[in-house]
Structure formats: C-alpha cells, structure tokens
C-alpha cells in the first residue's frame, strides 16, 4: 500500500517556474515507478511525466518536454515535478500516481495502470 500526498501547488505568472513534491508513505516506494497526470476543468485527465523506480529512464509528452523535469528521492521517499516557462494551457489539478512497472508507448500514459493516486495539487497560471 502506497499513500501519496502532493504539494507546491499555487498562482504563478505565464513564464514562471513551480516544483511540485509528492510524498509517499510505507517501505515499498522505491519499488513503484511513479507518473504525474494533470486534469483541467472540462478536460480528459492529461498524462504529464513518468520514471522509473530508480530514476534511470523518464517519460513525458510533447506538450511539457523541455519545460518539466521528473525526479525522485527515494532516501525521502518523495518524486517531484520541476516545471518551467509555465503557460496558461499547463493550468489544471496535478496529480502523482504509483505504478509497479513502466513500459515502452503508451502505457505510460493510461492512467488505469496506476494503481495509487494522490488528492491532487493545483496550478493556476495567470496571463
């Protein structure tokens, strides 16, 4: 079992920067790869970034690459989301979601295969 807490939600600026954190509870962290997915008002559920349980290989669609940046600590059992030159488009509910494994294509990327799921942080980005 695997409880996630988000955090570092707020208002920023277009352009701006936030790091979001997720801290998860119980010994098995570090055997869960971990994703973030995001969701908008009105919007399908938005699949953001993914890495693997020691860190090694990420993942993320076109729309955040070379703006967001996934990571882990598993010494603080904790996963973070740095992201950059935000834009009103990235405003939504972010979630970090636990999975036992990743794989090549869209795996990644369905939230169904994610066995544990936080309450979600929010980001509002202003023009």
């Known amino acids: 079992q695997v409880q996630l807490v988000e955090s570092g939600g707020g208002l920023v600026q277009a352009g701006d920067s936030l790091r979001l954190s997720c801290a998860a509870s119980g010994r098995t962290f570090s055997s869960y790869a971990m994703g973030w997915f995001r969701q908008a008002p009105g919007k399908e559920r938005e699949f953001v970034a993914a890495?693997?349980?020691?860190?090694?290989?990420?993942y993320y669609p076109d729309s955040v690459k070379g703006r967001f940046t996934i990571s882990r600590d598993n010494a603080k059992n904790t996963v973070y989301l740095q992201m950059n030159s935000l834009k009103p488009d990235d405003t939504a509910l972010y979630y970090c979601?636990?999975?036992?494994?990743?794989?090549?294509?869209?795996?990644?990327?369905?939230?169904?295969?994610?066995?544990?799921w936080g309450q979600g942080t929010q980001v509002t980005v202003s023009s």
């Open positions: 890495i693997t349980w020691n860190g090694g290989v990420t």
């Open positions: 979601a636990a999975t036992p494994t990743l794989r090549s294509g869209a795996y990644n990327s369905m939230g169904r295969n994610y066995n544990y």
